[in-house]
């Protein structure tokens, strides 16, 4: 099916707003997509290429977005910690996320045609984290403050959303 099928489905099922999941290798990389990975109509063009033109489709139609960090790699994996598959999050291994954040807000916040783009998930279910509780690097609470707050330094205009760490630990 083409982006435009599924925005006709959008339109036609009355949807007013979408959350758009997106993988934070891919938005830093900015590689070209292959033909076979979107059916040829974007082959070759470059990922945020591919994510401006959804985006411009789905203001066409009336429709507000909330971008979302799915993933951090490509293809994808559901990682239990906003860094990845570490037991510990550092400064290090949490800047793909961080870079990829303030890349998407650089890009779609204070622009007239990305007005519809509203808000940012932060990061797909971080199961293995905490919350309140835990060593700092453990801890998806303080990261998503700091996370929201970097955020907020480039589009203080954005919602911040946040998931929630889907397990007891704190």
Not at 21 to 41: E, K
Not at 151 to 166: P, S, T
Request: overall charge negative; some cysteine; proline content about 5%.
């Amino acid at each position: 099916r083409s982006v435009q099928d599924y925005v006709q489905f959008l339109v036609t099922h009355r949807f007013n707003a979408v959350r758009l999941p997106l993988s934070a290798d891919l938005v830093n990389a900015n590689r070209p997509v292959s033909a076979a990975a979107c059916g040829g109509a974007y082959g070759g063009m470059p990922m945020l290429s591919v994510l401006d033109d959804v985006l411009a489709r789905l203001k066409e139609a009336g429709i507000f977005v909330v971008l979302d960090m799915h993933t951090l790699t490509h293809p994808e994996g559901n990682q239990p910690m906003w860094c990845g598959w570490e037991a510990q999050c550092t400064p290090a291994t949490e800047a793909p996320l961080f870079a990829s954040w303030r890349a998407l807000a650089s890009r779609y916040c204070g622009r007239a045609e990305y007005a519809h783009v509203i808000g940012a998930d932060l990061f797909h279910e971080p199961f293995g984290a905490k919350w309140g509780a835990g060593a700092d690097g453990e801890r998806w609470d303080l990261a998503a403050a700091r996370l929201g707050n970097a955020i907020h330094a480039v589009c203080a205009r954005w919602l911040i959303f946040v998931q929630g760490v889907g397990s007891d630990a704190g």
